[in-house]
Structure formats: structure tokens, C-alpha cells
């Protein structure tokens, strides 16, 4: 594909498209229904659909029986604990190996025009950004989602928290189900938002966005207090009247859909002349200029709070004009 006729790329080499980013288009006034019913397969397609299937194949060949989960016990925790590791691993490093290793479609889509393995850095470990994602994925961001799934899971199991049954309640469970992309876009950005305060950015989040230049790996390479804050929207399901797999779901679509906004390309070409979009560039926005775009899209959290960045000239002049305010007002403070 010539990515050059959907975008352009400038002098270091940064591609970027063409049609600026957007929010969901449910919200735009007056209603475009025809933009709208083209937008609504994307609410669930293609990623928060390999999120139900793939909670429901944990469910199904993962996890034992519901009466060993009334008991914390290392066998079943070690074995979901490892494929949660090996799933992460063969997941991100699919997208890792093919548009970063082998560099399969080079610089086509990709928004920056360097690639992190060439560059060494004293701020990650090894000074190797992929090395340091890896590391933390291992240590820290798989201990802390096997955790919480662990914990999630024995409450279900015990009857501490309420298990709404689909047979019974077939309906309320579907409603809940699609209001997980919600409960996910709300819950983010609140966290987003709280982590980007002075000092939990400065000993948590600052981890994450060390990746200024992300790729599949940083995804989750996180700080263990941004992890917890992040991949406890789980913990939504122990409130709601839910149902385990639901909450799953929920979890999986935390961890790995963690993955979309860090790709670092536009598109993933799946052919001479067609790529899937990964819709990664709001979040890519977020790790290259910090302070914008705290959500997904999904929600207009960042509009309406003033903090949108569209990738356009007029979003760069919005964003300048907001940091020169700040800026003026911490002046006037001294």
C-alpha cells in the first residue's frame, strides 16, 4: 500500500493521516445516522470480540472447575498464571515480531519515523525499551493481572459477590455486556487522569510513558500501582450484579486490549492494497505530547474537559494555546 495517499510524512520521517482523529460519531449534533450505523460494527469489532472469545475459552479450557475456585490453591493459580504469560507473549509479540522485527511494511503507517530498538536509553532497564516492556510484563503486569483474576474468580466461587446467571437473566447480562466498552473508557480515563498528577506521575506513570515511541511490548509496561489502579476495572464486576465470564471479559479487554494504542502504526497491511486500521493514534497522540487525549474516543471525556488532540494543525494550535495558559497562570503564581 502507498501510505502517502491516505497521509504524509515529514522531514525526520513521522507519518501521519490525512482524516484527523475522532470521537464516536454518536455523539455528534446534529445526529448523522448514516455516519453512525457505519460506525456501530466497530463498537464491538474486530478487537472487543476476540475479548469475549477469548474469555470464554478461559473459562471453558483454562480455568477448573468452580469448586476448586472456592479454594486458593498454587496449582490452578501457577497454570493460569503461565498461560496469562505465554498468551501476553504470543499475542504482543505476533504484532512485535511481524512490524518490528522483521519490519514486514518498514515505515509504511508508522507515526514515528525511528524505531525504538535503535535507540538505547538509561531511563528503561538494559537501556532497552523492549527489554524493559518485556521485564515488566513479566514481573510485574502478569503477577498483578493473575492476581486480580485469582481474587475476582474465588469471590465468585465462594458466593461473596452476587453471580447473575445467563440462563436467568439472559437480558441483563447482554445489557451488561455491552456497556463493558464503557465502564472500560470511563474507568480509564478518571485513572488517566488521577496518574497524571504531579506526583504520581512523576514515581508511577512516568514508567509508561518513558515508550514515547511505543511499541506492542509497552502496552503494558507500567508501574505495579498503575497496573493495579488500571487492570482493577475488573473490579467493577464485584459491585455490578455480574457474572465471572463477564468479568473476564472486562479483564481481558484491559490486558490485552492494551494493545491497540500502542502498535505505533496507522494501519497493518494485510494485503497489496488493503490493512486493518488499529485505530492507534488518539492514544499515540497521548504518548507524544503527554497531556492530551487522557481517553479513547469512545466517550468525549477529553473534548469536554478541553484536552482533545486531533493530530491536525488546529489541534496543535488548541493544544499550544491551552500550555501557553497554563503556563501564564504558573507565572503569575511566582
Keep these: 500500500m502507498d501510505d502517502l495517499q491516505l497521509g504524509k510524512r515529514n522531514k525526520r520521517g513521522d507519518w501521519s ?58 496449582g490452578w493459580i501457577l497454570k493460569l498464571f503461565f498461560v496469562n504469560l505465554i498468551a501476553v507473549f504470543v ?10 522485527v522483521k519490519r514486514a511494511q518498514g515505515t509504511r503507517f508508522k507515526y514515528s519515523g525511528k524505531w525504538p530498538a535503535d535507540k538505547k536509553s538509561d531511563v528503561f532497564w538494559f537501556k532497552s525499551q523492549n527489554v524493559d516492556s518485556m521485564l515488566r510484563i513479566v514481573f510485574h503486569a502478569i503477577p498483578i493481572w493473575t492476581a486480580l483474576e485469582v481474587g475476582i474468580l474465588y469471590a465468585y466461587a465462594n458466593g461473596y459477590v452476587p453471580w447473575i446467571s445467563f440462563a436467568e437473566h439472559p437480558w441483563y447480562l447482554l445489557a451488561i455486556a455491552l456497556i463493558i466498552p464503557i465502564l472500560h473508557e470511563t474507568h480509564f480515563f478518571l485513572i488517566h487522569r488521577l496518574i497524571h498528577m504531579p506526583l504520581l506521575y512523576k514515581y508511577v506513570h512516568s514508567v509508561h510513558h518513558n515508550s514515547v515511541n511505543p511499541s506492542p511490548f509497552s502496552s503494558l509496561s507500567m508501574h505495579p500501582v498503575e497496573l493495579l489502579l488500571y487492570l482493577g476495572m475488573a473490579c467493577w464486576h464485584l459491585i455490578i450484579p455480574s457474572n465471572p465470564i463477564l468479568a473476564l471479559y472486562q479483564l481481558h479487554r484491559a490486558g490485552f486490549g492494551a494493545i491497540p494504542g500502542h502498535i505505533g502504526f496507522d494501519k497493518i497491511e494485510v494485503g497489496a492494497g488493503s490493512g486493518l486500521d488499529t485505530h492507534a493514534y488518539i492514544h499515540y497522540l497521548h504518548h507524544k505530547y503527554f497531556e492530551v487525549n487522557y481517553g479513547d474516543g469512545l466517550i468525549p471525556f477529553d473534548k469536554w474537559f478541553g ?20 503556563r501564564a497562570k504558573m507565572n503569575a503564581q511566582e
Aim: overall charge negative; glycine content about 4%; aromatic content about 22%.
Design 307 to 326: 484536552t482533545f488532540h486531533d493530530g491536525s494543525k488546529e489541534g496543535e494550535a488548541l493544544m499550544d494555546a491551552r500550555f501557553e495558559k497554563k
Design 91 to 100: 499475542f504482543f509479540g505476533a504484532y512485535e515480531w511481524r512490524l518490528y
Design 17 to 74: 493521516p490525512d482524516q484527523p482523529a475522532s470521537i464516536a460519531p454518536i455523539w455528534d449534533f446534529p445526529p448523522r445516522f448514516n455516519k453512525i450505523v457505519r460506525w456501530l460494527p466497530q463498537y464491538f469489532f474486530p478487537y472487543d470480540i476476540i475479548w469475549v472469545l477469548s474469555a470464554l475459552a478461559w473459562w471453558q479450557w483454562v480455568l477448573p472447575d468452580v469448586e476448586v475456585m472456592k479454594t486458593l490453591a498454587w
